[in-house]
């Protein structure tokens, strides 16, 4: 597990923007891959980008196009730009480690709300 602390939500008119940052305290930090997950309420937590130690992204296909995750390893910390906002990104954002098992994972943040009005 990785402790993060998230931060940068808010909210923002459809069409809008918002960085999101992720502090990680972890010492493989730079070794490991990094997502950021939301969940809305009423619904599951889903991935919405991962970035490898080496700069490898994925992107949901919801918001391919509009989302860039990035990472700073010497700062230790993972950011997501949103842009051109929609009210279904509405929802609470996490950050913790990218795995293929990631639902395994039990250790996650406070998260940061992001809410975004029509």
């Known amino acids: 597990q990785v402790q993060v602390v998230e931060s940068g939500g808010g909210l923002v008119q459809a069409g809008g923007s918002l960085r999101l940052s992720c502090a990680a305290s972890d010492m493989i930090f730079s070794i490991v891959a990094m997502g950021w997950y939301r969940q809305a309420p009423g619904k599951q937590r889903d991935v919405v980008a991962s970035?490898?130690?080496?700069?490898?992204?994925k992107y949901a296909d919801s918001v391919k196009g509009r989302f860039t995750i990035s990472r700073d390893n010497a700062k230790k910390m993972v950011y997501l730009q949103m842009n051109n906002l929609q009210p279904e990104d509405t929802a609470v954002y996490y950050c913790n480690l990218a795995r293929t098992d990631w639902r395994l994972l039990s250790s996650w943040g406070q998260g940061t709300q992001v809410v975004v009005s029509s």
């Open positions: 970035i490898t130690s080496g700069g490898s992204t």
